[in-house]
């Protein structure tokens, strides 16, 4: 058994709902509707500007009444107190990781707090409405958008994630349904590289057969008590 220094952890919609924050594919899946898979995308921005800002703006505006629960706490720890290398990346564009303490963290997906500028590309933070218009901070122009990556867009810092792949000797997906390329593919990544890999989820995902071991259960509940 390969000694353990180097470590990525994959994050999910499953480790915020036990705050409140909505997960795609759960019940409470839909917003107004629409399927997000619908509403996240280059081509809906294009087609109604007005209803992707809204959807943002609407999730930007619920993180003000929403707080990190002990799973964001516990890896944030976890990432204080690690010798080795440590890299959480997260598919949430949710704050709460960022808000528990965590520092070796990526936005894989992007964050609702930040804006980016069609006109100049520069990003800026956002904490209210995009839908009303602000001017970009940097170039004055009116041409701000939600700073996510929507279906058809690259995910951030790619390389960076697979090399800490490659590098690993464990890989811990946490509350990832494993629905989407390609953070769904990371765990065959790790595996290929030789990692021991790790799944706790309320639910099995598509991925599970892929992980050493799964752990059913709540964020909530199996986060603390692994990092312990
Ligand atoms: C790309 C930001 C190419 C937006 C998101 C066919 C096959 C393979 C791939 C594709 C395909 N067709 C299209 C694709 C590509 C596509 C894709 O994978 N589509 C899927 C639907 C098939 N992927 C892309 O488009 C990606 N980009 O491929 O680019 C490219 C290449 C070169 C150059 C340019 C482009 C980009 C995908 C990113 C989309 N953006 N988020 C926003 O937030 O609004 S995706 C979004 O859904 C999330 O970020 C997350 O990544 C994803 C899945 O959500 P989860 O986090 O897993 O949440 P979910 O609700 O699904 O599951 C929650 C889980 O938690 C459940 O399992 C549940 O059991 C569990 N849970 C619930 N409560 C708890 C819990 N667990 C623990 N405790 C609890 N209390």
Redesign the pocket.
Known sequence: MREINNIVIL?????S??SGVA????PD?LWEGHR??D??TPEAFQRDPALVQK??DE?RAKLQTVHPNA?HKALARLDADWGGDFLLVT???DDLHDRAGSKRLLH???E?LSGLCLACGERSAVHKDLSSGPACPHCDQVALR?D????????YQMERIELALAQCDLFVS???????????GFVRSAAHYGARTLE??????DGSLYFDESRM??????VPAWVE
């Open positions: 994050t999910g919609a499953g480790i709902a036990e997960t795609f594919r759960g899946g997000v898979e509403v996240a959807f943002y999730r799973a598919q949430n564009v894989m997906h992007g609702l939600p996510i990556v929507w279906f058809g867009e690259m995910p946490i509350g990832t349904s494993g629905a989407v390329y390609p953070a769904a706790m989820n309320l639910d099995p995902s259960g709540k964020a909530g509940d199996l």
